[in-house]
């Protein structure tokens, strides 16, 4: 079988400092993502879902390990070449409401420009072809204070697209949406996946939709392990009882979701 | 069509930069007739020579100040904003200005009490005190780091720079506690803001290091632009976000510093211009904002300038004038925050 593995890190420890005190929420984690899988990291409030996210982004020094993209320790990367790997969205408030979609679409080509971040024709192009697969090509000259939260997150997922990175990352991509965009969001990310061939990672909370729509899990269990494999396999194993600590919360495989 | 909007507001400015910059030349404490001012700026000279020392030595010195430390200001404002992801910040109120007036009293105060070193003396004495104001900003802007990294939260940050301003005007007074009474006398007409203290010998230090810093200001377009989005999606896209910051800060420290020293510490220009650049343009894209503001910043500050040289009963001090500008508009914003996009 064709490895299409693009990242995997090898005895990665993650956690955070508190104070002089050092927190270890997960160590000893070999996972790896894939090329044309969407991945949904899963877990309680708390497990480190956004700590994971934030090693493997760089944004924060893992405890122990490394993580290695086609052999290439990432932390080790310039950051200009990283930037050119691996693309983030993430819940982090933006300052952008004046910029205009494609404006905003477009700071996404800032690792392929020059020193003032002058956009090409080529450029350009990327950024309409990011906006078309995103399905905001029709908002793009509108203030992203205009859009309402799926259609800005819409944006968000074109610049990260427009960046044009092998893997993106979306921290909790879905948190603020109403229902229908939370699935439109979470299908345009399989799309990507499926038809870009993007290893798309995402962490989130709703569990029904990612079971639905994801090609693999990471799961995160109470006794702060990482079980991964294809969806199928994890449910029918039962590992999705191993996500939350009350016993009177059962997984139910046939409606794919928690009943109590 | 945004390009549109973008071309008229800028040629907009200039008009308005080039008429207030006439004006400034035109009006003044002295009546000067017209045909006298073209001769003169000409280089044909005047027969009265008081004149020509007045256009020549005080109005044209005047109007460059001032515009220069209007564009200053302002990028020094755009930066504290964009940096600290606060669309209130800016220098007189994240307590830079006070910083650097601090510094200049502490020279002052050490080179004999007297500010007459500021105003008339030589090189070596003014240098002193640019770089008392430098160093005063620089304090002042480490201090703001520091606190950014321990409380997120944009309004304490502010109220820490409003303190960091208490402080520092304590201590000055202070100082003055044991200064000489023209020391105190030159420090408390500096305080009131002055577009009048830069001479033609000093004008080339001036306007040399504040056209120096507002290049430096637009060549970091892309990353205050990356920084829009947050210190995470900078990091994201390439930004070395601790090394842009600090360059964001240095060019502001240097134009807030360089400023003060020579002008005194002005208010409200910094915190108020970035908003009318966006306002009138529209986006929070630097690379158009830059531009707008230093040219926004000139009018102002020219403006300013012309109101305090129009009272037949002498000059009104900068700082009178500033806030009567600043303050509504802030009240505006502030009041208007929910329909103004780049609040949102």
Same mark, same amino acid.
């Given at each position: 079988? =064709?490895?299409?593995?693009?990242?995997?890190?090898?005895?990665?420890?993650?956690?955070?400092?508190?104070?002089?005190?050092?927190?270890?929420?997960?160590?000893?984690?070999?996972?790896?993502?894939?090329?044309?899988?969407?991945?949904?990291?899963?877990?309680?409030?708390?497990?480190?879902?956004?700590?994971?996210?934030?090693?493997?982004?760089?944004? =924060?020094?893992?405890?122990?390990?490394?993580?290695?993209?086609?052999?290439?320790?990432?932390?080790?990367?310039?950051?200009?070449?990283?930037?050119?790997?691996?693309?983030?969205?993430?819940?982090?408030?933006? !300052?952008?409401?004046?910029?205009?979609?494609?404006?905003?679409?477009?700071?996404?080509?800032?690792?392929?420009?020059?020193?003032?971040? #002058?956009?090409?024709?080529?450029?350009?192009?990327?950024?309409?072809?990011?906006?078309?697969?995103?399905?905001?090509?029709?908002?793009?000259?509108?203030?992203?204070?205009?859009?309402?939260?799926?259609?800005? !997150?819409?944006?968000?997922?074109?610049?990260?697209?427009?960046?044009?990175?092998?893997?993106?990352? +979306?921290?909790?991509?879905?948190?603020?949406?109403?229902?229908?965009?939370?699935?439109?969001?979470?299908?345009?990310?399989?799309?990507?996946?499926?038809?870009?061939?993007?290893?798309?990672?995402?962490?989130?909370?709703?569990?029904?939709?990612?079971?639905?729509?994801?090609?693999?899990?990471?799961?995160?269990?109470?006794?702060?392990?990482?079980?991964?494999?294809?969806?199928?396999?994890?449910?029918?194993?039962?590992?999705?009882?191993?996500?939350?600590?009350?016993?009177?919360? #059962?997984?139910?495989? !046939?409606?794919?979701?928690?009943?109590? | 069509?945004?390009?549109?909007?973008?071309?008229?507001?800028?040629?907009?400015?200039?008009?308005?930069?080039?008429?207030?910059?006439?004006?400034?030349?035109?009006?003044?404490?002295?009546?000067?007739?017209?045909?006298?001012?073209?001769?003169?700026?000409?280089?044909?000279?005047?027969?009265?020579?008081?004149?020509?020392?007045?256009?020549?030595?005080?109005?044209?010195?005047?109007?460059?100040?001032?515009?220069?430390?209007?564009?200053?200001?302002?990028?020094?404002?755009?930066?504290?904003?964009?940096?600290?992801?606060?669309?209130?910040?800016?220098?007189?109120?994240?307590?830079?200005?006070?910083?650097?007036?601090?510094? *200049?009293?502490?020279?002052?105060?050490?080179?004999?009490?007297?500010?007459?070193?500021?105003?008339?003396?030589?090189?070596?004495?003014?240098?002193?005190?640019?770089?008392?104001?430098?160093?005063?900003?620089?304090?002042?802007?480490?201090?703001?780091?520091?606190?950014?990294?321990?409380? #997120?939260?944009? @309004?304490?940050?502010?109220?820490?720079?409003?303190?960091?301003?208490?402080?520092?005007?304590?201590?000055?007074?202070?100082?003055?506690?044991?200064? @000489?009474? =023209?020391?105190?006398?030159?420090?408390?007409?500096?305080?009131?803001?002055?577009?009048?203290?830069?001479?033609?010998?000093?004008?080339?230090?001036?306007?040399?290091?504040?056209?120096?810093?507002?290049?430096?200001?637009?060549?970091?377009?892309?990353?205050?632009?990356?920084?829009?989005?947050?210190?995470?999606?900078?990091?994201?896209?390439?930004?070395?976000?601790?090394?842009?910051?600090?360059? +964001?800060?240095?060019?502001?420290?240097?134009?807030?510093? *360089?400023?003060?020293?020579?002008?005194?510490?002005?208010?409200?220009?910094?915190?108020?211009?970035?908003?009318?650049?966006?306002?009138?343009?529209?986006?929070?894209?630097?690379?158009?904002?830059?531009?707008?503001?230093?040219?926004?910043?000139?009018?102002?500050?020219?403006?300013?300038?012309?109101?305090?040289?129009?009272?037949?009963?002498?000059?009104?001090?900068?700082?009178?004038?500033?806030?009567?500008?600043?303050?509504?508009?802030?009240?505006?914003?502030?009041?208007? #925050?929910?329909?103004?996009?780049?609040?949102?």
């Amino acid at each position: 079988m =064709e490895d299409n593995t693009i990242l995997r890190t090898r005895d990665l420890a993650v956690g955070y400092r508190n104070g002089k005190q050092q927190v270890t929420l997960l160590k000893g984690l070999n996972l790896s993502l894939e090329c044309g899988k969407l991945v949904a990291l899963l877990g309680q409030n708390g497990a480190g879902k956004s700590t994971l996210l934030r090693a493997i982004t760089c944004d =924060e020094k893992p405890i122990g390990g490394s993580i290695e993209v086609k052999g290439k320790n990432l932390m080790d990367m310039p950051q200009k070449e990283r930037s050119r790997i691996l693309g983030l969205v993430s819940t982090e408030r933006i !300052q952008a409401g004046a910029l205009t979609v494609e404006e905003l679409v477009g700071l996404g080509r800032q690792p392929h420009t020059g020193f003032l971040g #002058r956009l090409d024709d080529e450029d350009h192009e990327i950024v309409r072809q990011a906006m078309a697969d995103s399905g905001i090509i029709n908002k793009a000259g509108e203030y992203i204070a205009s859009l309402s939260d799926g259609e800005r !997150q819409k944006a968000m997922i074109a610049r990260a697209l427009a960046q044009q990175t092998p893997i993106i990352i +979306l921290d909790e991509p879905t948190a603020f949406l109403d229902v229908a965009s939370r699935i439109e969001t979470m299908r345009l990310l399989q799309t990507l996946a499926h038809e870009r061939g993007k290893a798309v990672l995402l962490s989130s909370h709703d569990i029904s939709q990612s079971l639905m729509l994801a090609d693999e899990l990471w799961l995160i269990t109470t006794d702060r392990q990482v079980i991964t494999g294809t969806t199928a396999k994890l449910v029918s194993d039962g590992a999705m009882d191993r996500l939350f600590t009350n016993k009177t919360i #059962r997984f139910n495989n !046939q409606i794919l979701d928690y009943s109590f | 069509m945004t390009y549109r909007r973008y071309a008229v507001t800028l040629i907009a400015l200039t008009l308005s930069l080039v008429l207030l910059a006439l004006a400034c030349l035109i009006f003044g404490s002295v009546d000067i007739p017209m045909s006298q001012i073209t001769d003169i700026v000409m280089g044909k000279g005047s027969d009265n020579k008081a004149w020509e020392i007045i256009i020549l030595q005080s109005r044209i010195p005047m109007i460059a100040t001032a515009a220069l430390a209007g564009a200053a200001l302002s990028i020094s404002g755009l930066l504290l904003q964009t940096t600290f992801n606060n669309p209130l910040a800016g220098p007189s109120i994240l307590g830079v200005s006070s910083g650097a007036g601090l510094g *200049v009293a502490i020279v002052i105060l050490a080179m004999g009490g007297s500010l007459g070193g500021l105003f008339g003396g030589n090189v070596g004495s003014y240098m002193a005190v640019l770089l008392g104001a430098l160093m005063g900003a620089g304090v002042v802007l480490v201090v703001l780091i520091a606190f950014s990294a321990i409380v #997120r939260s944009n @309004t304490m940050l502010l109220i820490i720079g409003i303190l960091v301003s208490y402080l520092t005007s304590s201590v000055v007074q202070l100082l003055n506690s044991v200064a @000489t009474e =023209e020391g105190v006398h030159n420090y408390v007409s500096w305080g009131f803001g002055n577009f009048s203290g830069v001479s033609v010998a000093q004008m080339p230090v001036y306007a040399g290091i504040i056209i120096l810093a507002l290049i430096g200001a637009a060549l970091m377009v892309k990353p205050l632009n990356a920084l829009l989005l947050g210190t995470r999606y900078a990091r994201n896209l390439g930004v070395n976000v601790a090394r842009t910051r600090n360059i +964001l800060l240095l060019i502001t420290g240097v134009l807030t510093a *360089v400023v003060t020293a020579f002008c005194g510490p002005i208010g409200f220009i910094g915190l108020v211009v970035p908003h009318i650049a966006r306002m009138s343009l529209g986006t929070s894209n630097h690379s158009r904002l830059v531009p707008a503001t230093i040219l926004a910043g000139a009018d102002i500050a020219l403006l300013c300038a012309l109101v305090s040289v129009c009272n037949p009963h002498g000059i009104i001090p900068i700082n009178a004038i500033t806030p009567i500008i600043g303050v509504p508009i802030i009240l505006y914003i502030i009041l208007n #925050r929910r329909r103004i996009q780049y609040f949102n």
